[in-house]
């Protein structure tokens, strides 16, 4: 990377979320923007205006997008808002990043297989079952037809406690440790992603000048009810308030792709085993949040 391009700032889009929220802390004098504004640039990415004049200001040597309609069923009811976030939305930093000169980092999901002979690795063949699944993977397009240096990293099921709102893992914690029953599928298997290693992974990506897919993601592979049960384990909470269900019985407005997993072997081939198991990382989870029935009564 020249020295011209380090003294160019990293532009965090989506910097409440989760990832967002971690990328800000972890990268040198990165920028955060979200469309509430304050703390952050504000910048609504479904505004086009607003994303040429933030990004033309600030030049960033990178951009790297986590904003997304994060509600898979949210996008099943709302196309035309998952359209306007993903599609046109991506499309408008694409068209920024281009004037600007800047490189574009861009978020996606394991949601654009269909499930059927997962796990699957960067060149595998994509077939989304969902509005999400296919606005991402018609995100994922606008990247790449773009001009500007562009890299998609795919990933799945990530936790941790930054951000706005609550992820499946913490999810299922937070309503454990208040003795809550829920029901978990036991037929969709998916690679969980601690949000420290995901953006650990991004941040040794910036450096670097690789374009194209790549997958991050975590090295075990379960199914949703395998991930809780290892969260009772490791945090001692009550398996008998867990009660294994088919998706189907959910009755979800979007399908869901049973194997979807993501294969890291190339990743793992740029940035050495970042990704550390999910047993390992709970105890950090744990760690970050302290007592968990005081966290989870005290949780947004």
Known sequence: MSSEAEQRPTLIVGASGSLGTRLTTLLPGAVGSSRSGSPHEKMDITDPEQVSGVIGRLEPA???NTAAMTSVDGCERDPDAATRIHV?????LVSACESAGSRLIHLSTNYVFDGAEGPYAEEDST???SVYGRTKLESEGIVHQGSCAGLVLRTAVFYGPEGERPNFVTWAI???AQNKEIRVVTDEWANPTFVPDLAEAIHQLT???TEGVLHLAGPD???RYEMVMTCCDVLRLDRALVHPIQS????????????AGLKTDAIRAIVGEVFRPFAENLQRLATD??????????RR
């Open 62 to 64: 990178c951009v790297i």
């Open 88 to 92: 046109d939305g991506t499309a408008n």
């Open 127 to 129: 077939h989304p079952l």
């Open 174 to 176: 937070g309503e454990l």
């Open 207 to 209: 450096a670097e000048g």
């Open 221 to 223: 592979y379960f199914t």
């Open 248 to 259: 189907a019985d959910l009755g979800q407005d979007a399908a869901r792709p049973p194997r």
């Open 289 to 298: 949040i302290g007592d968990v029935r005081t966290w989870a009564t005290n």
